[in-house]
């Protein structure tokens, strides 16, 4: 890895062979080759300028929705965290985030400034960077319904600003291009009465605290529902609901509150996570003939 000893200068963090368990809710997974932390936007985009065009580059949001398998990630992984990247405004009907705030954030911003439709931010276990890139949801709302705008850096550094319809979104899907790091993102809200639209928050979060295992070390839902199914269900039907699962650690398994939640209870591989994933969609299929699709990212070497 000669390209390590050559990276450009950088003004935020960059660091070799850094574990990227402790930076993911799961708590596994291997090292980044190197790791770098932009200082804003401009050190980003220097960055991508002068980085060799062969280098595999990866982004890493606040790690809520990702495996990274033990055997680490090849090439620079990127991860927008501080201030630079989590600032949220209002002005108007619109706000605007940066890609490394956090959906709810943007939830509670909403309601602060009386607007509505973006309540169910608050449900999503997330950042604003995935929610573009996943056509992030829940509850019967998406991000799709709600998003004006976009901007981000494409693999050169170059500048990319899109509209709603560019994403060409669709469920948990957009056709926009994998190697956009998104930098800010604009939505259109609705004015009602801030305590309303804060009474819907604390519905969707009361919820959220009783159906799903939001204090274990989870990836949030593991699958997409596929039409017609409720993919948490396929998985109870199938036997799932609690079972362990070993490839070569501790083990994990789904929740018995949500099983559609994949947990680690603590001594897990990311070969444990990934392949109790694997191991149930076999099993589904084969039982129903139904496929059930990732909607967690893994990443990295096996």
């Known amino acids: 890895m000669a390209w390590r000893d050559t990276l ?54 606040v790690g809520s929705n990702v495996i990274v398998r033990d055997g680490g990630v090849e090439g620079v992984v990127i991860r927008l965290a501080g201030r630079a990247w989590g600032q949220v405004s209002v002005e108007g009907d619109l706000i605007k985030a940066g890609a490394g705030a956090l959906d709810s954030m943007v939830a509670r911003a909403s309601a602060k400034a009386g607007l509505a439709g973006l309540e169910f931010y608050a449900g999503i276990p997330g950042a604003v960077g995935g929610a573009l890139t996943m056509n ?53 809200g609705t004015p009602d009465d801030p305590a309303a639209v804060q009474a819907r928050i604390d519905e969707i979060t009361a919820r959220r605290e009783q159906t799903q295992p ?36 501790g083990g994990a398994k789904f929740s018995e509150l949500h099983s559609n939640f994949m947990i680690n209870p603590g001594e897990a591989t990311a070969a444990d996570i990934e392949g109790l994933g694997e191991a149930v969609r076999a099993d589904v299929l084969a039982k129903t003939g139904v496929q059930l699709d990732w909607e967690i990212r893994r990443i990295g070497r096996k």
Do not use: M, Q
């Not at 070799?16 to 596994?28: A, H, I, K, N, S």
């Not at 932390?37 to 580059?57: C, G, H, M, N, R």
């Open 214 to 249: 939001i204090r274990e070390k989870t990836g949030g839902s593991t699958f997409k529902n596929p039409e017609g199914h409720s993919s948490w269900r396929l998985v109870d039907e199938a036997g799932w609901r609690g079972k362990l699962f070993k490839a070569t650690g």
């Open 8 to 61: 450009p200068p950088v003004r935020g963090k960059l660091l070799r062979d850094e574990p990227l368990g402790p930076y993911t809710w799961f708590r596994v997974g291997g090292a980044a080759d190197a790791l770098f932390i932009p200082a804003d936007a401009d050190d980003l985009a220097d960055f991508l300028k002068a980085l060799d065009p062969a280098v595999p580059v990866t982004v890493l949001g």
């Open 136 to 188: 992030a949801g829940c509850y019967g709302s998406e991000t799709k319904d709600v998003l004006v705008s976009a901007w981000g850096l494409n693999r050169a550094g170059e500048r990319v600003d899109y509209d709603l319809a560019d994403f060409g979104y669709t469920y948990r899907h957009s056709e926009a291009p994998a190697d956009i790091i998104w930098v800010e993102a604009t939505w259109r």
